[in-house]
């Protein structure tokens, strides 16, 4: 079982549309998560934290469920620009591992 | 002003060669990472290595090999280049403890082609 699994997709979704993304993790002592994003042949940047008590950043909401080990990314109104790949993030005692990315394609 | 930069973008090269890519960061940071995307995208941690350790991913073969001459460099060396060791390899950067905050900053990528 990889550390961190995720549907690689790609989700094609209209413009204005909501797309939820999931994310298992294998290790129960995770101790952090986060949500990465990466646009085609570019490197990944910090799109968000994901807290226990699940957190939003504008039309983006994470959220956390240590007892399932499963974390969650949705993006609400998609836009243009948000076609990329999301890397959900597990970090153990300083390290973080990746999974394979989820590809979102937003059409007009 | 680039805060991870690497060199070189794009490396074509031969099986059996020897090549290294470099890695240097303006940010200030205290650690240093090298990872590797292969063709299906998988981000996979090779070294974590700061002035005090060096920590390494025991799949990594020992034909790669991080030398930093200061905390603001980590180069990557690769000895006797195989056809699967193409991918792209992306040098990060953070505080020590930011590792815990997530927040890694990357360099562009070097791509490297091994024929």
Redesign the interface.
Same mark, same amino acid.
């Given at each position: 079982r990889k550390e961190v699994e995720q549907d690689p997709g790609p989700f094609n979704v209209p413009e204005g549309a909501t797309v939820a993304f999931n994310c298992t993790y294998s290790n129960s002592a995770s101790q952090s998560f986060f949500w990465y994003r990466q646009d085609c042949r570019k490197e990944p940047k910090l799109l968000m934290s994901v807290y226990s008590s699940g957190n939003e950043d504008g039309r983006f909401t994470a959220q956390l469920n240590r007892a399932s080990q499963y974390i969650s990314l949705l993006i609400r109104d998609s836009k243009l620009s948000d076609s990329a790949t999301y890397l959900c993030v597990v970090n153990l005692l300083g390290m973080l591992t990746f999974g394979g990315g989820t590809r979102l394609m937003v059409k007009p | 002003d680039t805060a991870v930069s690497q060199t070189p973008k794009y490396l074509v090269t031969q099986m059996g060669n020897d090549k290294s890519i470099k890695c240097e960061q303006n940010l200030g940071h205290d650690t240093m990472y090298w990872?590797k995307q292969d063709s #299906? #995208? %998988? $981000? #996979? &941690?090779m070294f974590?290595y700061n002035n005090k350790e060096l &920590?390494i991913n025991e799949t990594v073969p020992n034909r790669f090999s991080p030398k930093s001459p200061d905390k603001a460099h980590l180069n990557l060396h690769i000895n006797s280049l195989e056809l699967g060791d193409s991918a792209v390899y %992306?040098c990060a950067s953070s505080h @020590? $403890?930011a *590792? *815990? @905050? =997530? +927040?890694?900053f990357? =360099? +562009? =990528?070097s791509r490297l082609t091994v024929l």
């Open positions: - | 990872y #299906k #995208k %998988f $981000l #996979k &941690i974590s &920590i %992306f @020590r $403890l *590792g *815990g @905050r =997530g +927040e890694l990357f =360099g +562009e =990528g």
